[in-house]
């Protein structure tokens, strides 16, 4: 977000206001019209390759977004990851049992420097986990035994700081798990409590190591023998059941780029590339729930927020309930590292785009923007 | 060998020779750059820091079809534009000519985007390595076209503010032509202090103009260069054949007003164009008080001559005539760095008249004391002193 500083703006306006009347003035302003007027003239000096009408409503074929809209696309083969495979792409692991019966699941990432095209054309030295922003989307079960082994490539110390329960020594901040390049660490703790998640890179200065793209979701599903009072919601949560295959599960990270470093985001977006989902919508089949798991890591911005057009949800703030926390909402709020579970279906729809993006105005023309193709199955 | 010894063979040589130890050096210059464009000596230098890049914007176009804008790329190496946004939301947008922007070249973008009559906006362009490029539009007014009525219509403002005053000034002749040595160099005096206003306010203008012109055109450096430049040519002109006196120096007033007036004329026209300034009644007539005394300052040094007429005609188009010009050209082709140039050259060209008249009034007085004679500094107060006043309706 920026705030442009409008530098002589007032005396020029007022000036305008004052004298627009007359002598030479009305040679410009034959009217109030917003400059249609000029059109007949013909400016001739310029090839006109597109005869777009800036003051009519985009027709259909345009798209709900008309002409706002990032030129071009991004190539997924160069970045190495595209952003509609990553929505359902989850990093489980291998598993193995321990002595004590439980299950060991055990994850790998490394931290490398990388350069991504995050919007079409637009490069951005990004530091990564897994060499994607956002970072493999690690999911385990709850009561599970975890382990991450992370080894830092990187340029600059790196950590992983999840949002769980966990000793002081696994909390990925200076002095526990913080580690300098080629150097190695071994998280390790339960998986507690099941819910919608995060990690994120706790290196310092935090600001920076975030946008450069240290985030990624850390996401605990219930185990329904714990949970006996609400075991099919639980089961439904819980990837591998036969309940859960009925779900359209979605991982959606909300971040944003500072491409100048003055602080400020110049791109936004869900899952790193500006308009990604606009120019690709993401295909929902009509009859099968979709379940969301919404992560904000933008940083700068106090907040972020989801609107679903048309359509209403109910949310579950963290994930860390089986019952909603707000129900029948079509807009949720989260600051930084703030996420919950988006549950909504389009059963009783018309089939056909539907539009979700930020309801910061702002955050949406910058990119963050996308439609559901919802189709008859 | 010592230096003169050198020269004194090398005099002795034919030609030929001189131009091999020509060659030489430039012979190596040429190794030089060879050498280092290939084999990169420098390498040790690259921190892989990213280019340096600039944008300038030269020209903005609001029309019906949305805004065009013509940027000067001036990175240390070709630069793209990725995305553009305008107001904060990213925009389509077509180039021309598409591809990466060499160094010192121009493109224009096309953005159709729906610009709100009287409103501010603010274009962004993000190059590919995302830096950002920031234009502001103030004020969003059409940008006048090419129409015979609207060139009419300029024609008008420019004789307003550039041919009427000095007609007016001019006018004041015959009464003029009567006063004695006192009145004389009074009226002279005036002159040049209404020269010397005009002579700080175009240099001060003409490096605000370079400011905004791309680095590449070293603006101030431009506009001194382009100063320096017209004050001797227009000195070695002028001495020719002694200083000027009379008509003659009447007509060199002229042009250096004439040239004051046409960057008078740029800014107007510039202004009018990035729709910055209403010309409201208000400022043209400012303008026209502003330059009346321009016309009192061509007639000073003529008063004891007895010109033919058609030298006053020829006086009054060559000073206030190029204003219309300026107002064209300042409205359809505007630039920064020519609104620079000419502003340079005009403040040379005021030095050099500024020099003239007063060299005329110590060889018409009684050598330098005139200088400081009373009617001579009360001349001179009164034309600052009247020209900052009338200037006041016409700075915003
Ligand atoms: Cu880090």
């Given at each position: 977000?920026?705030?442009?500083?409008?530098?002589?703006?007032?005396?020029?306006?007022?000036?305008?206001?004052?004298?627009?009347?007359?002598?030479?003035?009305?040679?410009?302003?034959?009217?109030?019209?917003?400059?249609?007027?000029?059109?007949?003239?013909?400016?001739?000096?310029?090839?006109?390759?597109?005869?777009?009408?800036?003051?009519?409503?985009?027709?259909?074929?345009?798209?709900?977004?008309?002409?706002?809209?990032?030129?071009?696309?991004?190539?997924?083969?160069?970045?190495?990851?595209?952003?509609?495979?990553?929505?359902?792409?989850?990093?489980?692991?291998?598993?193995?049992?321990?002595?004590?019966?439980?299950?060991?699941?055990?994850?790998?990432?490394?931290?490398?420097?990388?350069?991504?095209?995050?919007?079409?054309?637009?490069?951005?030295?990004?530091?990564?986990?897994?060499?994607?922003?956002?970072?493999?989307?690690?999911?385990?079960?709850?009561?599970?035994?975890?382990?991450?082994?992370?080894?830092?490539?990187?340029?600059?110390?790196?950590?992983?700081?999840?949002?769980?329960?966990?000793?002081?020594?696994?909390?990925?901040?200076?002095?526990?798990?913080?580690?300098?390049?080629?150097?190695?660490?071994?998280?390790?703790?339960?998986?507690?409590?099941?819910?919608?998640?995060?990690?994120?890179?706790?290196?310092?200065?935090?600001?920076?190591?975030?946008?450069?793209?240290?985030?990624?979701?850390?996401?605990?599903?219930?185990?329904?023998?714990?949970?006996?009072?609400?075991?099919?919601?639980?089961?439904?949560?819980?990837?591998?059941?036969?309940?859960?295959?009925?779900?359209?599960?979605?991982?959606?990270?909300?971040?944003?780029?500072?491409?100048?470093?003055?602080?400020?985001?110049?791109?936004?977006?869900?899952?790193?590339?500006?308009?990604?989902?606009?120019?690709?919508?993401?295909?929902?089949?009509?009859?099968?729930?979709?379940?969301?798991?919404?992560?904000?890591?933008?940083?700068?911005?106090?907040?972020?927020?989801?609107?679903?057009?048309?359509?209403?949800?109910?949310?579950?703030?963290?994930?860390?309930?089986?019952?909603?926390?707000?129900?029948?909402?079509?807009?949720?709020?989260?600051?930084?590292?703030?996420?919950?579970?988006?549950?909504?279906?389009?059963?009783?729809?018309?089939?056909?785009?539907?539009?979700?993006?930020?309801?910061?105005?702002?955050?949406?023309?910058?990119?963050?923007?996308?439609?559901?193709?919802?189709?008859?199955? | 060998?010592?230096?003169?010894?050198?020269?004194?063979?090398?005099?002795?040589?034919?030609?030929?020779?001189?131009?091999?130890?020509?060659?030489?050096?430039?012979?190596?210059?040429?190794?030089?750059?060879?050498?280092?464009?290939?084999?990169?000596?420098?390498?040790?230098?690259?921190?892989?820091?990213?280019?340096?890049?600039?944008?300038?914007?030269?020209?903005?176009?609001?029309?019906?079809?949305?805004?065009?804008?013509?940027?000067?790329?001036?990175?240390?190496?070709?630069?793209?534009?990725?995305?553009?946004?305008?107001?904060?939301?990213?925009?389509?947008?077509?180039?021309?000519?598409?591809?990466?922007?060499?160094?010192?070249?121009?493109?224009?973008?096309?953005?159709?985007?729906?610009?709100?009559?009287?409103?501010?906006?603010?274009?962004?362009?993000?190059?590919?390595?995302?830096?950002?490029?920031?234009?502001?539009?103030?004020?969003?007014?059409?940008?006048?076209?090419?129409?015979?009525?609207?060139?009419?219509?300029?024609?008008?403002?420019?004789?307003?503010?550039?041919?009427?005053?000095?007609?007016?000034?001019?006018?004041?002749?015959?009464?003029?032509?009567?006063?004695?040595?006192?009145?004389?160099?009074?009226?002279?005096?005036?002159?040049?202090?209404?020269?010397?206003?005009?002579l700080?306010?175009m240099s001060?203008?003409a490096?605000?103009?370079s400011?905004?012109?791309?680095?590449?055109f070293q603006g101030p450096l431009l506009v001194l260069l382009a100063g320096a430049a017209s004050f001797m040519l227009l000195m070695a002109i002028g001495r020719?054949?002694?200083?000027?006196?009379?008509?003659?120096?009447?007509?060199y007033?002229?042009l250096g007003?004439?040239l004051?007036?046409f960057g008078?004329?740029?800014?107007?026209?510039?202004?009018?164009?990035?729709?910055?300034?209403?010309?409201?009644?208000?400022?043209?007539?400012?303008?026209?008080?502003?330059?009346?005394?321009?016309?009192?300052?061509?007639?000073?040094?003529?008063?004891?001559?007895?010109?033919?007429?058609?030298?006053?005609?020829?006086?009054?188009?060559?000073?206030?005539?190029?204003?219309?010009?300026?107002?064209?050209?300042?409205?359809?082709?505007?630039?920064?760095q020519w609104?620079a140039l000419f502003l340079g050259i005009g403040a040379g060209a005021i030095a050099q008249v500024?020099v003239?008249?007063?060299?005329?009034?110590?060889?018409?007085?009684?050598?330098?004391?005139?200088?400081?004679?009373?009617?001579?500094?009360?001349?001179?107060?009164?034309?600052?002193?009247?020209?900052?006043?009338?200037?006041?309706?016409?700075?915003?």
């Amino acid at each position: 977000m920026r705030q442009n500083e409008p530098t002589d703006t007032v005396t020029r306006r007022s000036l305008l206001i004052g004298g627009l009347v007359a002598a030479g003035g009305t040679a410009v302003l034959a009217s109030s019209a917003a400059g249609q007027q000029m059109l007949e003239h013909g400016m001739g000096a310029m090839p006109a390759p597109d005869p777009v009408n800036p003051y009519a409503a985009p027709s259909a074929h345009e798209g709900a977004h008309g002409q706002m809209m990032t030129v071009g696309r991004v190539d997924p083969e160069t970045n190495g990851f595209d952003p509609t495979p990553m929505l359902t792409e989850w990093d489980l692991g291998t598993v193995t049992t321990m002595e004590d019966g439980r299950a060991l699941r055990t994850f790998e990432v490394e931290a490398s420097d990388k350069e991504i095209e995050i919007a079409p054309g637009v490069m951005f030295p990004a530091w990564t986990f897994n060499g994607r922003v956002p970072g493999p989307a690690l999911r385990a079960k709850e009561g599970e035994r975890l382990r991450i082994v992370f080894r830092n490539y990187g340029s600059h110390p790196h950590s992983m700081h999840f949002h769980g329960i966990h000793s002081w020594r696994m909390d990925g901040v200076p002095g526990a798990g913080l580690i300098n390049p080629g150097e190695e660490f071994v998280y390790e703790f339960d998986a507690k409590p099941f819910g919608c998640h995060l990690y994120h890179c706790h290196a310092l200065p935090l600001k920076r190591h975030m946008h450069k793209g240290m985030y990624g979701a850390f996401v605990i599903d219930p185990d329904p023998e714990l949970h006996p009072e609400f075991e099919a919601v639980a089961k439904s949560r819980l990837l591998g059941t036969p309940e859960n295959a009925s779900w359209q599960e979605l991982i959606m990270v909300m971040n944003a780029f500072d491409t100048n470093f003055d602080g400020a985001n110049e791109f936004y977006a869900v899952n790193t590339i500006a308009h990604a989902y606009a120019l690709q919508p993401i295909r929902i089949e009509k009859s099968r729930p979709v379940r969301i798991y919404l992560i904000n890591v933008t940083e700068f911005d106090p907040i972020n927020s989801f609107h679903l057009h048309a359509n209403f949800f109910n949310y579950f703030d963290t994930g860390t309930t089986l019952t909603p926390t707000l129900r029948t909402v079509d807009l949720i709020m989260q600051c930084q590292a703030q996420r919950g579970i988006l549950e909504f279906s389009y059963a009783d729809h018309e089939a056909g785009q539907y539009m979700f993006h930020a309801h910061q105005a702002e955050f949406t023309e910058l990119g963050w923007m996308g439609m559901f193709d919802v189709v008859e199955d | 060998m010592t230096a003169p010894e050198m020269m004194a063979v090398s005099e002795d040589r034919p030609n030929r020779l001189l131009l091999l130890w020509l060659l030489l050096p430039l012979t190596l210059l040429g190794i030089a750059i060879a050498w280092i464009a290939s084999a990169d000596p420098l390498r040790s230098f690259d921190n892989s820091a990213p280019p340096v890049e600039a944008f300038t914007y030269e020209r903005t176009i609001l029309d019906g079809d949305g805004i065009r804008v013509l940027v000067r790329a001036g990175g240390s190496e070709p630069m793209k534009v990725a995305q553009v946004q305008v107001d904060d939301a990213y925009w389509m947008f077509t180039q021309d000519p598409p591809g990466p922007i060499a160094r010192g070249s121009t493109v224009w973008l096309r953005i159709p985007y729906p610009w709100v009559l009287g409103e501010a906006h603010a274009i962004n362009i993000v190059t590919d390595t995302g830096a950002t490029f920031l234009h502001e539009i103030p004020v969003a007014v059409p940008t006048p076209v090419p129409t015979q009525s609207l060139l009419w219509q300029q024609a008008l403002i420019g004789l307003i503010v550039g041919v009427l005053p000095v007609a007016i000034g001019l006018l004041c002749y015959p009464a003029l032509r009567g006063v004695g040595v006192a009145g004389m160099n009074f009226i002279l005096a005036l002159t040049v202090g209404l020269l010397a206003f005009l002579l700080v306010d175009m240099s001060l203008e003409a490096l605000e103009m370079s400011a905004a012109s791309a680095v590449l055109f070293q603006g101030p450096l431009l506009v001194l260069l382009a100063g320096a430049a017209s004050f001797m040519l227009l000195m070695a002109i002028g001495r020719w054949r002694g200083a000027p006196a009379g008509l003659a120096l009447s007509f060199y007033i002229a042009l250096g007003i004439g040239l004051h007036n046409f960057g008078e004329g740029l800014a107007i026209g510039a202004a009018f164009a990035a729709g910055s300034a209403g010309l409201g009644t208000f400022l043209v007539l400012g303008f026209a008080v502003h330059n009346v005394t321009e016309g009192i300052g061509i007639a000073a040094p003529i008063l004891k001559a007895r010109p033919p007429l058609w030298s006053f005609v020829a006086l009054t188009l060559l000073a206030g005539a190029p204003a219309v010009v300026g107002l064209w050209i300042g409205s359809l082709a505007y630039a920064p760095q020519w609104s620079a140039l000419f502003l340079g050259i005009g403040a040379g060209a005021i030095a050099q008249v500024i020099v003239e008249v007063t060299t005329y009034m110590t060889r018409t007085g009684k050598g330098r004391n005139t200088l400081l004679s009373v009617p001579v500094i009360t001349g001179f107060l009164v034309g600052v002193a009247f020209m900052y006043v009338t200037a006041a309706a016409i700075k915003f």
